[in-house]
């Protein structure tokens, strides 16, 4: 089980290694951009906490003026919503990208990579624990971070799609679509008990979801 998740975390960074020659050099600047704020803005919710997040803090931390910050992102929930896309952007590509290997990766070898997968790991549930929770009350923040899990849903459920049209399964899109949401359950439970109790061993984890699975099976 090691040697596959290894193997396809080699075949997916292989894929996005090839893709980084594609976009132009003006499209690496601004994603480069986008990244490097983003990071500090995971970083500054972390340490700080949500209220910390503006113009000028997050200027303070890359080291520039607010201007070249501030007319691209002007309110708080544009920048909690460029964290939170960011922090899902490489998650969501990553079930893109499984969903297109040949063959599909079983649920949970993809599951686990997902997990294995996570930069920094600690910090990033830390900051997406609380952007999700500061979006239960504010409306606009409320929308783009269910957007991102939407997007991260539909990848997740096109994968499943790939993966179920491998067998004879007759209903592959029903099943798939099904199980998408217990899939985005059990990445979102890691995310949180890596926040609120730690760091977490992947591999431990997706071994007690497949020991529970086939105990709820043999009933």
């Known amino acids: 089980r090691a040697t596959a998740v290894l193997t396809l975390r080699w075949h997916v960074n292989y ?28 970083n500054s919710v972390r340490d700080e906490g949500v209220p910390s997040a503006s113009v000028e803090e997050l200027a303070s931390r890359v080291g520039i003026v607010p201007e070249e910050i501030g007319h ?49 790991a600690k910090a990033t549930a830390d900051a997406l624990l609380q952007i999700w929770g500061e979006s239960v009350v504010m409306p606009q923040l409320r929308d783009s971070t269910s957007t991102s899990m939407e997007r991260l ?10 993966w179920f049209g491998q067998s004879d399964n007759e209903d592959p899109e029903g099943v798939a679509w099904a199980c998408a949401p217990v899939i985005l359950s059990l990445a979102q439970g890691f995310i949180m008990q890596v926040s609120t109790r730690g760091q977490m061993d992947p591999a431990r984890y997706v071994a007690g ?11």
Do not use: N
């Open 15 to 42: 894929s996005r290694t090839y893709a980084s020659f594609m976009p132009s050099t003006t499209g690496k600047i601004r994603d480069s951009q986008r990244a490097r704020l983003a990071q500090a803005l995971i």
């Open 72 to 120: 691209l992102y002007t309110t708080k929930d544009e920048l909690l919503h460029l964290a939170a896309e960011e922090m899902l952007h490489d998650r969501t590509a990553l079930w893109r990208d499984l969903g297109e290997a040949a063959p599909v990766p079983p649920p949970d070898a993809a599951l686990e990579l997902f997990l294995s997968d996570i930069p920094d």
């Open 153 to 162: 849903h539909q990848a997740i459920g096109e994968y499943l799609v790939a």
């Open 209 to 219: 979801v497949r020991v529970l699975l086939a105990e709820m099976g043999s009933h």
